[in-house]
């Protein structure tokens, strides 16, 4: 020991007093580094390499537009439940077939003088929805809704009076729904009338002649080529 002292000289210790900073500094510096001190400017090119970056801390923003690749398409999923049937409003499913009926009678029917009666119907030309019994004067309404309701006679030629032709709802005593009126005339005058009612389901109408030529008064059936018609369709449900 006495003979290391004596070759101890000041120059010696900061000799090696320099070489463990030389070689320790580095790892001092680095722990010393102040918080966020080091930036892009601070890091060399490709410095940071896949290595040295935790697996799944990049998101798709880091990367550069068009360096990350689309994968392989994945297979078909299975098929959903099928969904339920849309409306004829929507553009989907079927549209309820038309709500009409028309009819007509096939023989001359008599109307007395000054008297209103309905006239009967016994042939069905078509009827989608039973809105006529085969016989029956009146057409029902099968549900709520807005109807159009169109009729037509024609009366046997007679010049006296005159000839009308009403179309009336639930009974012949209520105000018509239609009505046209024409004075006789040799020829056999042919009217007909039409209208929009809104009838709740069972409501009916009828169609209703008229005459006032002093006597007895035929409106021709079908067989006289001038056929009467009495007709009526669903223009619009009601909720």
């Known amino acids: 020991m006495g003979r290391l002292a004596r070759h101890l000289t000041f120059a010696n210790a900061m000799s090696v007093v320099a070489m463990f900073i030389a070689l320790g500094g580095l790892s001092y510096a680095a722990l010393q ?25 990049l998101e798709a923003v880091d990367f550069k537009k068009g360096t990350l690749l689309g994968g392989p398409i994945g297979p078909v999923g299975p098929q959903g439940a099928p969904g339920t049937p849309g409306t004829p409003e929507s553009g989907g499913g079927e549209a309820p077939p038309p709500m009409a009926v028309s009819v007509t009678h096939n023989i001359m029917v008599a109307f007395t003088h000054n008297a209103t009666s309905a006239m009967p119907f016994n042939t069905e030309l078509f009827d989608t929805a039973e809105m006529h019994d085969p016989g029956s004067s009146r057409l029902k309404a099968p549900v709520d ?17 005159i000839r009308e032709l009403n179309i009336n709802f639930n009974g012949l005593g209520i105000n018509p729904i239609a009505g046209t009126s024409t004075p006789g005339s040799a020829g056999g005058p042919r009217l007909s009338a ?26 021709f059936g079908t067989g006289n080529l001038a056929g009467p018609r009495f007709s009526m369709h669903l223009v619009a449900p009601l909720p």
């Open 194 to 219: 039409a209208g929009l009612v809104q009838l709740k389901a069972g409501d009916y109408v009828e169609a209703s002649p008229y005459q006032n030529s002093g006597g007895t008064l035929n409106v």
């Open 145 to 161: 809704g807005i109807y159009e309701v169109s009729a037509t006679i024609t009366f046997a030629a007679n010049v006296a009076g």
């Open 33 to 57: 580094l102040p918080k966020n001190s080091v930036g892009a400017r601070q890091l060399k090119k490709s410095a940071v390499t896949s290595a040295k970056v935790a697996n799944g801390t």
